[in-house]
């Protein structure tokens, strides 16, 4: 995987993945979380996720709207967050940027 080396505005570096990988989890593995990543400090721990890892529940990743949905929130979300955005904040961004995009795929206003 290659790789973009980045400091965020405190000044830590951030080493981003151009292109991140997408692991399919089972629900036991995955608990009641749909999608977990890298950046979320507390849970990559405990899940033991790799950088440049986006683990997403099987259940989700079959169908294909919500994996698009997945795929709109959880990128925009590391891209906040690499940006120096805490999680809290990244996260309710990537929900309505997702809810804005699929209402235009669908085409609606």
């Known amino acids: 995987m290659k790789w973009i080396t980045k400091k965020d505005r405190h000044g830590n570096v951030k080493h981003i993945p151009i292109k991140p990988k997408w692991k399919i989890k089972s629900k036991k593995e995955m608990g009641d979380y749909i999608a977990l990543h890298y950046l979320e400090p507390k849970i990559s721990k405990e899940f033991v996720i790799k950088n440049g890892e986006i683990w997403v529940r099987e259940d989700w990743w079959a169908d294909p709207e919500k994996r698009k949905r997945l795929k709109v929130h959880e990128l925009v979300e590391l891209n906040l967050m690499n940006r120096g955005v805490p ?9 309505e940027f997702e809810h804005n995009a699929i209402k235009h795929l669908r085409g609606r206003k």
């Open 87 to 95: 999680y809290y904040k990244a996260h309710k961004i990537a929900n």
